[in-house]
């Protein structure tokens, strides 16, 4: 095991290298950037932003003055342009640019953010609550469905139970959680039908005022929504997983002996199934779990404005503050990289017949 956890750990260097070696090159052929967003910013007169720059307070209304109507760099007075350059590094070469950001990420060096100027690691911890918030209770809600649903959908395997349930959890599956977002929004956040859940946010104005019955309450209330959006999706393909695991243990020889011997159903189900079933299931928990904390809420922090990582990612992507974009991606790609070995190492301890020694990576 230890030879191929070595193995799998150079891997990941090379895999997380190439990942933010063609993203960097992606975005240098990309238009736009932050020179031209900063620029854009200081012709509509943003005096702190001219600040920051280590000029005068001028340089904003100089901008403005040069470039009305704003046609990317064209027009801007150039010793304005070549402070920027130097400002955002892009006075360097793009390979001295790119080994520099490797460089500082081996040291969990992220920088500050190209237009906000607070620390990248801060930004992550203020927005990390939300995004956890969000994938506990997916993870929560989605197991305690799709577990107990798998099972009895396995056991009454062909019922007219198993046909309507999966033909509900393929429907779930097959509709994007986004598109399932907007759809809840305008039929029970007052779209154009019912105003029962709030359209946007974790909490009300008043939170502060409220009783702490009050507080719990008010959360659910705005997580409704987004919940519900997101865990329609990842049940379903939980749920399908469970199924087919304890179908396939079902059939086999140990199963049939056991229930020879006289065993209830139950104590066969849980006594033996269940455990050799549930290794798949058990397994992929770590990959789910990142994915319900950090890459699937995406659209739906986006969709209900909820000020997660999310919606951080999204922002900056827009804004063109690639600082924070290749941090949360290297940040990102790196606990998707090690949570992946995690779950081969978790898959070995729970079934010591498994050899990943004499596999290739």
């Not at 109507?69 to 402070?83: F, K, N, T, V």
């Not at 990582?309 to 990102?332: C, E, H, M, Q």
């Not at 995690?342 to 498994?354: G, K, L, N, Q």
Request: without cysteine; hydrophobic residues 50%; neutral net charge.
């Amino acid at each position: 095991m230890l030879v191929y956890i070595t193995r799998r750990l150079i891997l990941m260097i090379v895999t997380l290298f190439g990942i933010m070696l063609i993203s960097f090159a992606i975005v240098q052929l990309a238009p736009g950037g932050p020179v031209e967003t900063m620029m854009a910013r200081l012709s509509g007169t943003d005096a702190g932003l001219s600040g920051r720059l280590g000029g005068s307070g001028d340089i904003g209304v100089q901008a403005q003055a040069t470039n009305d109507g704003y046609r990317g760099s064209q027009g801007m007075d150039a010793q304005l342009i070549e402070r920027l350059n130097k400002q955002y590094g892009f006075d360097k070469p793009a390979p001295e640019r790119f080994f520099k950001m490797i460089t500082d990420y081996l040291r969990f060096d992220f920088g500050e953010s190209l237009f906000s100027g607070q620390s990248v690691i801060t930004l992550i911890k203020q927005k990390l609550p939300v995004s956890m918030s969000l994938g506990l209770w997916i993870m929560l809600l989605s197991y305690a469905i799709s577990i107990p649903l798998g099972i009895k959908k396995a056991v009454s395997d062909g019922s007219r139970f198993d046909v309507w349930t999966s033909i509900v959890i393929t429907v779930g599956y097959a509709l994007p959680a986004f598109l399932v977002a907007i759809v809840l929004l305008i039929v029970f956040a007052g779209g154009s039908f019912y105003q029962i859940f709030p359209p946007q946010g974790l909490w009300s104005e008043n939170w502060n005022q409220l009783s702490f019955l009050g507080k719990i309450t008010d959360y659910i209330w705005h997580l409704a929504l987004p919940i519900t959006a997101m865990v329609l999706a990842a049940f379903a393909n939980l749920t399908l997983l469970t199924k087919n695991s304890f179908l396939d243990e079902i059939n086999k020889q140990y199963v049939m002996t056991a229930r020879m011997k006289g065993l209830k159903e139950n104590q066969v189900l849980y006594g033996h199934v269940f455990r050799n079933a549930m290794l798949l299931v058990i397994s992929g928990f770590p990959a789910a779990f990142i994915h319900a904390f950090f890459t699937g809420s995406l659209l739906i922090e986006v969709t209900f404005n909820l000020d997660g990582l999310g919606l951080l990612s999204y922002n900056s992507i827009i804004g063109r503050d690639y600082t924070i974009v290749f941090a949360t991606l290297y940040i990102f790609s790196l606990i998707g990289l090690i949570v992946n070995l995690v779950s081969d190492i978790i898959f070995t301890a729970i079934d010591p017949r498994i050899d990943f020694e004499t596999r290739e990576v």
